[in-house]
């Protein structure tokens, strides 16, 4: 079955960085964009970034513009989310999503479980 | 930025009544690129409808999407009681993809 597992949330300092991961399973990943979103706790989602099926296209919220960066390794069926000089207002949930279908994107389906990331000193 | 506006914030009903949610997109969503979820407490989103009207794989027939340009609505037409949690709608006719704010469906 189509799988995404999250790893690397944790408690981090502002300024820190953290590299989020996730691993997908039970599908062709390289025929697919993939995105991060997150979720503040209690509060509502926001798509922080989304990159093509090849890793060549990439898309970032202005939330996250210059601090976060998003890349994957098709051989690995892996996603990434470098995240630098990170701030109190980057404690949310983490999730990685699959990206529509193989012939057209917009929509999540499905959605990893999610990496808890907590900014604080 | 496309901004979607959700309404309304919360919805009380009982089980058995018809759920209508409405999102409003600040501009024309393109192609009418809408898509709705659900969420329940401490899990992951999970999508019900995708390009305005259809149904992801395994959703039920009480759930409906219809709405074109900037207004879109998901109808649950006789709510069961599994279906009280949160749903969200989300645009991807730009090129930045974006939520509304959420309605909660709560038990009145």
């Known amino acids: 079955q189509v799988q995404l597992v999250e790893s690397g949330g944790g408690l981090v300092k502002p300024g820190g960085s953290l590299r989020l991961s996730c691993a997908a399973s039970?599908?062709?990943?390289?025929?697919?964009?993939m995105t991060w979103i997150r979720q503040i706790p209690g509060k509502g989602l926001e798509c922080l970034s989304y990159?093509?099926?090849?890793?060549?296209?990439?898309i970032y919220a202005d939330s996250v513009k210059g601090r976060f960066t998003i890349s994957r390794d098709n051989a690995k069926k892996s996603l990434y989310l470098q995240m630098n000089s990170l701030r109190a207002d980057d404690t949310a949930m983490y999730y990685c999503?699959?990206?529509?279908?193989?012939?057209?994107?917009?929509?999540?389906?499905?959605w990893g479980q999610g990496t808890l990331v907590t900014v604080s000193s | 930025e496309i901004v979607l506006t959700q309404s309304p914030a919360t919805l009380s009903l009982s089980p058995g009544e018809r759920a209508t949610l409405s999102c409003g997109a600040s501009?024309?969503?393109?192609?009418?690129?809408v898509a709705w979820y659900q969420q329940k407490p401490g899990l992951a989103p999970r999508l019900l409808i995708y390009d305005a009207s259809t149904r992801a794989t395994g959703i039920p027939d009480r759930f409906s999407g219809s709405g074109s340009g900037t207004d879109f609505t998901l109808t649950i037409s006789r709510l069961e009681p599994e279906d009280f949690a949160v749903y969200y709608c989300?645009?991807?006719?730009?090129?930045?993809?974006?939520f509304g704010h959420g309605t909660k469906v709560e038990i009145k």
């Open positions: 999503a699959r990206v529509g279908n193989v012939y057209k994107v917009g929509w999540f389906d499905p």
């Open positions: 989300q645009q991807y006719g730009d090129s930045l993809w974006t």
């Open positions: 039970g599908f062709t990943f390289n025929n697919y964009y």
């Open positions: 501009q024309s969503v393109s192609d009418n690129y």
């Open positions: 990159i093509s099926s090849s890793g060549t296209y990439t």
